[in-house]
Nanobody, 127 residues
Framework: QVQLVESGGGLVQAGGSLRLSCAASGRTLSTYTMGWFRQAPGKEREFVAGITWSHGSTYYADSLKGRFTISRDNAKNTVFLQMNSLKPEDTAVYYC????????????????????WGQGTQVTVSS
């Protein structure tokens, strides 16, 4: 079992930044792919970014490239999502997820590829 705990969400004005963290525990993640997803009210959960733990290869939703950055800290078993130039449409609950099979593109954009999920953290961007 892998436990994931997100933090760092909150209320921010448009144009501002937030850094989300996802602390993982329970297993060694060296073969895992980690992902960030988000779900806005009334919408389906969508892929935001992913990173392979072993090589640190990163993948992004096309619409978010250049504004969001995913990274990891091996020593702290933590994945980060740096979000810049935030827009009201970025408002959503953001979820961290872990895929024990280490999926790569394009499989890692699918929520069904992930085995473990955090509880989510709310991000609200005001206009």
């Amino acid at each position: 079992q892998v436990q994931l705990v997100e933090s760092g969400g909150g209320l921010v004005q448009a144009g501002g930044s937030l850094r989300l963290s996802c602390a993982a525990s329970g297993r060694t993640l060296s073969t895992y792919t980690m992902g960030w997803f988000r779900q806005a009210p009334g919408k389906e959960r969508e892929f935001v970014a992913g990173i392979t733990w072993s090589h640190g290869s990163t993948y992004y939703a096309d619409s978010l490239k250049g504004r969001f950055t995913i990274s990891r800290d091996n020593a702290k078993n933590t994945v980060f999502l740096q979000m810049n130039s935030l827009k009201p449409e970025d408002t959503a609950v953001y979820y961290c997820a872990a895929d024990r099979h280490g999926s790569r593109w394009p499989q890692l954009v699918l929520s069904v590829a992930y085995d473990y999920w955090g509880q989510g953290t709310q991000v609200t961007v005001s206009s």
